[in-house]
């Protein structure tokens, strides 16, 4: 069974930027899209940003679009998310996720998640 080891999260001052990795290894399974999806104490879990493993295209969500960029390489099986001009808003945990069902933003099939990295923005 493969592992999805992420990190990169940490404490912020708003307008702040911070970059998540998500290495993966051991998966045999054909995987369809990656993504990003955060949740917080008392909010619906939000999934942020989507990739899919064939091409570039990608997905956000409208609270994070403009300010997040999700990428990928390929060569090192690592999913990035790169967090720019961040606000206390965006404060949660975040786990990335490998999906073998995906559209657009959504991942119907989830493979797998990470353990989640927290992300705190102050103000």
């Known amino acids: 069974q493969g592992e999805l080891v992420e990190s990169g999260g940490g404490s912020v001052q708003a307008g702040g930027s911070l970059r998540l990795s998500c290495a993966a290894s051991?998966?045999?399974?054909?995987?369809?899209?990656m993504g990003w999806f955060r949740q917080s104490p008392g909010k619906e879990r939000e999934g942020i940003a989507t990739i899919y493993a064939s091409t570039p295209t990608t997905y956000y969500a409208d609270s994070v679009k403009g300010r997040f960029t999700i990428s990928q390489d390929n060569a090192n099986n690592t999913l990035y998310l790169q967090m720019n001009n961040l606000k206390p808003d965006d404060t949660a945990m975040y786990y990335c996720a490998l999906g073998t069902s995906c559209s657009g933003r959504t991942i119907f099939a989830v493979l797998d998640r990470g353990q989640g990295t927290q992300v705190t923005v102050f103000s």
């Open positions: 051991g998966y045999t399974i054909p995987i369809a899209c």
